[in-house]
């Protein structure tokens, strides 16, 4: 009888090893600093280090700057130039000379006719053109008067994108609180179920010494006592998956916070609460309304329409002024002066071959195409909205239920036990006894956690989610 107690001997010395391993593990985690963080804490730190937080962010402010440029157009544009004109291969320039003309009667002179020709010699002039050099300076401002509202629909799209850039840093955040709750809940989960799996090991330590003590005094069998230790045996790698299963969730925190994925998280929670539904239960066209997508929607189809209108304006004639303050200077010429000059400029469209009619087809067609894709999301989301409220309510009910089935555990538990040391029960009994609390009391804690996640999911998708708790 004793050599077919030999493999049970092996299984043994290995699972005192690996309970040793555990135990030297826990010690050497425990020689680590431990920072223990709230659930506020991990969205807030989250949030200032996520690389996708300041990505929109940065966008924010393209569109900001984009704005800015835009609401410039209104006002004139003022432009500063100088120049060094040079014609190497230029030759002189010589009047000849000649007699002036002059006005044979007073009628000639009134009309301004000079027929005759006088006795003043003009000897000519040699106007020094060679290698000529032109010097140029000026101020120009520059005004459109009416562009067929281009100016104007170019500010309300720059205004629609701050808009929409808005919207998106909010979307962004909204997806990483959600997503650092659900690695916060899960680390939660996991350290609970750890301590349950501690729980039970010690409840079977606990038997298994216990049938120890009576098989030596001879009052149970062997077979009695190895029922435990097998139970234990697999209580104890199910205790080492449920370590190592806290690790990669504590790492998996780390990663959504943006810290070293080898610190020592723990995560504690300051108040539960009373799971609970929103009062008013669910109102879909209010949760629609109020998310971040369906206002990005809105603005990418007024931005459509808002383009569309633009290529309707390339139809409209421009008018434009402009007012000029140069110094011009020629070398041997022309000694340099200030002069102004103001002109305006109208531009009629006449003819372009069908250029901008088709340019008005792809903006409406553009615009057709933002409405289809807006009323599809719509649909999609309404759909999520729906089925993420079941699952929030699913998630409530099912924390009321594993609480009941916890508490009916831990009575049957009691009640076995008491039955088990009266010789009552049998250890089998004892064990699925304890098996049934194991279960329980893990299925509570996967509640609440499926809970609060399922809580934040549906809190971002009525566009409620917000960094405070």
């Known amino acids: 009888m004793r050599v077919s107690l030999h493999p049970f001997k092996i299984n043994s010395v290995i699972m005192k090893k690996i309970a040793v391993t555990i135990a030297l593990a826990a010690i050497v985690a425990a020689g680590y600093s431990q920072q223990v963080v709230t659930l506020q804490q991990c969205r807030e730190q989250a949030l200032q280090n996520n690389r996708n937080v300041k990505q929109s962010e940065l966008d924010k402010r393209i569109a900001v700057a984009h704005q800015k440029e835009a609401r410039a157009s209104y006002l004139p544009q003022i432009d500063g130039s100088g120049s060094i004109m040079n014609l190497p291969d230029m030759k002189n320039i010589s009047v000849p000379g000649f007699f002036l003309p002059t006005a044979n009667s007073a009628t000639e002179a009134a009309n301004h006719q000079y027929s005759g020709e006088s006795n003043v010699y003009f000897p000519g002039i040699d106007l020094g053109t060679k290698n000529l050099t032109i010097y140029q300076t000026q101020i120009v401002a520059k005004q459109a008067l009416f562009a067929g509202g281009q100016v104007r629909n170019a500010n309300k799209m720059a205004n629609e994108a701050v808009a929409i850039a808005d919207q998106a840093t909010a979307l962004t955040a909204s997806e990483v609180v959600m997503n650092t709750d659900q690695a916060f809940w899960q680390l939660v989960s996991i350290q609970e179920q750890v ?8 409840m079977l330590d606990s038997l298994e010494s216990q049938l120890v003590t009576a098989y030596q005094l001879g009052l149970i069998p062997k077979s009695e006592q190895l029922k435990v230790a097998v139970q234990r045996n697999e209580a104890s790698i199910n205790l080492l998956k449920a ?16 810290v070293d994925l080898s610190t020592n998280l723990a995560v504690t929670v300051d108040n ?9 239960g669910l109102d879909v066209d209010k949760a629609l ?28 004639p421009t008018l434009g002024v402009q007012v000029s303050y140069g ?13 102004t000059i103001a002109s305006a400029q109208l531009s009629v469209p ?3 071959w069908g250029e901008k009619r088709q340019k008005l087809k792809a903006a409406r067609y553009k615009l057709e195409q933002s409405k289809l894709k807006q009323d599809d999301a719509r649909e999609f989301m309404r759909l999520e909205i729906q089925q993420r409220w079941l699952q929030f309510d699913e998630a409530y009910q099912t924390i009321g239920l594993a ?4 508490a009916e555990a831990e009575e049957s538990l009691s009640e076995v036990q008491a039955s088990f040391n009266a010789g009552l029960n049998t250890t089998t009994d004892l064990l699925n006894a304890q098996a049934s609390w194991q279960k329980a009391h893990a299925s509570y804690v996967e509640a609440v956690s499926s809970y609060q996640i399922a809580k934040s999911v549906y809190l971002k998708g009525i566009g409620e989610l917000t960094v405070s708790e």
């Not at 301590?195 to 010690?202: D, F, G, L, N, Q």
């Open 195 to 202: 301590k349950v799996a501690e729980r039970y090991v010690t």
């Open 243 to 258: 370590r190592n299963g806290l690790q990669l969730a504590r790492m998996n925190l780390c990663r959504q916070i943006g």
């Open 272 to 280: 539960l609460g009373e799971p609970q539904l929103p009062a008013a």
């Open 289 to 316: 309304d109020a998310r971040s997508e369906t206002k990005i929607l809105e603005g990418q189809v007024a931005i459509a329409d808002y383009q569309r209108k633009n290529a309707m304006a390339e139809f409209m």
């Open 327 to 339: 110094y011009n200077y020629v070398p041997n010429l022309y000694n340099g002066g200030w002069n």
């Open 350 to 352: 006449i003819v372009h």
């Open 403 to 406: 609480a009941k089935s916890k």
